[in-house]
């Protein structure tokens, strides 16, 4: 394929020194004539493991080369790959102006070029900017939409500076936020002969993913740092201990407990938490972010309540007690503390739990429930139909197949506030439905 390359900073020059290796032909654009010039002498403008040997060995083999002339590039080329800095403006959004420069030209330039042309941002934006503000600026100069002739693509860049030809190579996963069918097509064959999964998503998604990949990955240094200085306080190593937590990959470093839902609770995690906040304070360790998973965990109930009582004091059936299905454990379940708030601000409530029966509690989960609901036996319903009738509202927390179903066949005419997010629920049809996280 014959590939053009704007901007030519980290991210444009590991593609211009492994793309023409896939067999593709490439010109870079810069508007630095500096970093033009290098490559145009086989050498990389920046500073890579691997990158020089691979621009020098695609410039020799007539499989690069560098220009400042945007439109000569935009015409020699089918699909042109974004990468051009996206800084920080004091808001800390992106700023777009070098974005929006590039797109501009690049529009202009397509008016007279007839033939198909796919643009693929790869510089990091907001959730929204590729389908909103980039894709009008573009149509608008290119005096063409996309769809006829033209295909804008949102392809994000996980590589890391330092290890970014190698990272290129083993790409975690190839994300394509495509537009359009044949935008998609192309970055198929652009890519093709790379190893990892290759997934196809709205271009909205695939900007997301790229951010809070960001956003995850400084959660796990600060997560990994504030429990390291704790433990350090208790006279442990922190690295020790990372690192056995680490080889868990069935709870820990997995998809477990990375579904948006609803709140944590239960009588381990809050009472842990709140244990390892104790640790760090009688040590006077300043742990922020584990110190404020409390208080973001009441957030979310908070969420939860606002969005039951946004439509006024209409009567509430809520599915699901418990901490979470399977059980009749309801000690510290943020249902209950969903529950209590209802009942506090005057709703009227019936409640269904296939787990949860008033006559088999017994200890200390009888305890807890006779003190935060003390009269659940007449808010606790048999059967889901019992729990439905009068509803006017239906909050899941959760609820077993067989409950589901008779919400979908009975609860049509009901708005309902989905803290689960089973998929069948979210297919069905209600009079209204909201979902806590999606
Ligand atoms: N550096 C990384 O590790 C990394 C990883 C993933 C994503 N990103 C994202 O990719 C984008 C590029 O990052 P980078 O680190 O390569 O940036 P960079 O600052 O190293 O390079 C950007 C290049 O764009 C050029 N440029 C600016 N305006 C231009 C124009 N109008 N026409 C042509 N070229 C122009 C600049 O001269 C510069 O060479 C950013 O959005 C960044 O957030 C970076």
């Not at 970093?35 to 007539?62: T, Y």
């Not at 907001?126 to 149509?139: Q, V």
């Not at 330092?162 to 192309?186: L, N």
């Amino acid at each position: 394929m014959k590939v053009s390359i704007f901007g030519l900073g980290y991210v444009g020059a590991v593609s211009c020194a492994c793309l023409p290796e896939l067999g593709h032909e490439v010109v870079g654009v810069d508007i630095n004539p500096l970093k033009v010039q290098m490559i145009g002498a086989g050498q990389s403008p920046v500073v890579e493991e691997g990158i020089d040997e691979l621009i020098a060995a695609a410039v020799r083999a007539g499989r690069l080369r560098a220009t400042l002339d945007l439109a000569e590039a935009v015409h020699a080329t089918d699909v042109s790959l974004i990468s051009v800095a996206t800084p920080a403006l004091a808001n800390f959004m992106p700023d777009l102006r070098a974005l929006d420069a590039v797109m501009r030209a690049i529009g202009e330039a397509l008016r007279s070029k007839d033939s198909h042309h796919t643009i693929v941002i790869r510089s990091t934006v907001a959730p929204g900017t590729t389908e909103g503000r980039i894709r009008t600026l573009l149509e608008e100069a290119a005096g063409r939409a996309v769809g006829d002739r033209l295909s804008l693509v949102f392809n994000p860049e996980f590589l890391r500076e330092g290890s970014s030809v190698a990272d290129f190579h083993q790409p975690p996963q190839t994300i394509i936020g495509s537009i359009d069918d044949e935008g998609f097509e192309v970055m198929k064959r652009l890519y093709e002969g790379l190893p990892g999964a290759f997934v196809r998503t709205s271009v909205g998604v695939a900007e997301s993913v790229k951010y809070l990949c960001n956003v995850f990955h400084a959660l796990k240094i600060v997560f990994a740092n504030e429990a390291g200085s704790v433990l350090k306080g208790c006279g442990l190593d922190g690295r020790e201990v990372l690192d056995i937590f680490c080889r868990d990959t069935q709870l820990n470093i997995s998809r477990v407990y990375l579904r948006p839902g609803f709140a944590f609770g239960g009588s381990c995690l809050p009472k842990e938490v709140k244990g390892f906040l104790t640790l760090a304070r009688e040590r006077q360790i300043q742990i922020p972010v584990l110190g404020g998973l409390l208080d973001s965990n009441q957030a979310h109930i908070d969420r939860a309540y606002e969005m039951i009582a946004s439509a006024g004091r209409k009567p509430v059936a809520l599915f699901g007690l418990a901490f979470k299905p399977g059980t009749d454990d309801m000690r510290d379940s943020p249902l209950v503390a969903l529950a209590e708030r209802l009942i506090g601000k005057g709703f009227d409530l019936a409640i269904f739990d296939s787990f949860v029966k008033v006559s088999r509690l017994l200890g200390k989960n009888k305890e807890f429930i006779d003190r935060e609901i003390p009269h659940l036996d007449r808010l606790l319903k048999d059967s889901p139909e019992a729990a439905l009738h009068g509803a006017e509202v239906v909050v899941i927390g959760h609820a077993d197949a067989e409950t589901r179903a008779t919400i979908i066949r009975r609860a049509a005419g009901c708005r309902v506030v989905d803290l689960s997010g089973y998929a069948d629920l979210r297919a069905a049809s209600f009079a209204g439905y909201e979902g806590i996280c999606w």
